[in-house]
């Protein structure tokens, strides 16, 4: 955690904030929305950046459950947390790409109106989390992980408003693969930023106990190097 050495200062960190509890509530209930809506508007527009959107929206509301779950326990399980978290967003990553590979060689043009009337109201529905979330930003890798998807999908949004433009500009449907792409390489590059942050506070609990063990049987005393 930036600025904590993880020792005996980081206990207050246990303790969470009611505002966030509620925060990460009101994202659940979105996303899970959300992830039906998208979910039909893609299929009936065949559009690739919406379905992938859809399959981000069920995974950040996985992710808030998650969340919820252990915010009463320790900041081990936390971090243990946010690297699944890191994990599937990866994940979603490396689905996104599969889907834009499969829509390059054998899509139709999706709907433009229907994307971007959708994207519209997944963007308004977005970035209301994030700026609940906004706040807890800087937090554990638990914290971090969650204001990363509210901003991700945010972003995600715009991009896929600038697709369907693009395909009613174009009467093709290359902009919606590009966008699906470009969603697909910002979900790798934060799940691998969380799963970095993840990774260095376990690593940093775990030192403090075994350094003191070393520290104790490795360091001879005074008395012995005077011997």
């Not at 955690?1 to 980081?10: D, T, V």
């Amino acid at each position: 955690m930036p600025g904590c050495s993880c020792g005996s200062s980081c206990a207050p960190q246990t303790s969470v904030s009611p505002r966030f509890r509620r925060a990460l509530w009101v994202a659940l209930v979105i996303n899970a929305l959300m992830f039906g809506v998208e979910l039909v508007a893609g299929l009936h527009a065949g559009s690739v950046s919406l379905l992938a959107d859809a399959v981000d929206f069920a995974g950040d509301a996985a992710n808030y459950g998650i969340s919820l779950a252990v915010l009463s326990l320790g900041l081990a399980w936390r971090s243990r947390a946010a690297l699944v978290k890191g994990f599937s967003m990866a994940g979603y990553g490396v689905f996104v790409l599969g889907k834009s590979v499969w829509a390059a060689f054998g899509g139709v043009p999706p709907e433009a109106m229907t994307m971007g009337a959708v994207a519209l109201l997944a963007l308004v529905a977005n970035a209301g989390v994030a700026l609940m979330l906004y706040a807890f930003r800087e937090g554990d890798a638990n914290m971090r992980s969650v204001w990363l998807c509210s901003r991700n999908d945010a972003i995600g949004n715009v991009a896929v408003i600038l697709a369907a433009a693009g395909v009613f500009g174009t009467g093709q449907g290359w902009p919606d693969i590009v966008v699906a792409g470009v969603m697909a390489a910002l979900a790798l590059s934060s799940g691998l930023a969380v799963i970095r942050l993840a990774r260095k506070e376990l690593a940093e609990q775990a030192v403090p106990a075994g350094s003191a063990v070393l520290v104790t049987l490795g360091t001879p005393s005074r008395s012995d190097r005077a011997g």
